[in-house]
């Protein structure tokens, strides 16, 4: 192998980063609350989505449904679903709220932003629905 082919390498491994990075591929960012409720709906059969809290990092969220809440999850180039009943299990975290899921393997969900008096008033949005 010569300077040359090394070199060419390189350039082509970068350039095929930036276009991968431009492309926005392997991003799983919860954009917005209307996309986490899209996303529900996609992910879990027979949800219909009414309203949303995502974190302020767009690595979680939280979606009223009919009759059921569902918990969003970055997990690695994808976005894990849930679905939990009401009352959530909450606990604090440093810059905003932790759902509990009970789920092992799932894990807990940090909303970064969100506080646990609007995690509360979505619960309670469940029965006015």
Known sequence: MNWTQLGGSIVAILALAGIARWLRLGES?????AEAREMAEQMLAGFTAHAALVSE???AAIVAGNGAIAVL????????ARRLLAPL???PAVEGVTVRTGERLFGDVTLLGVIEADVRGLEASLTRV
């Open 57 to 59: 990092d767009g690595g």
């Open 29 to 33: 960012r919860i954009g917005s609350t």
């Open 89 to 91: 299990s909450l606990g």
């Open 73 to 80: 999850k970055r997990h690695g180039a994808q976005v894990a």
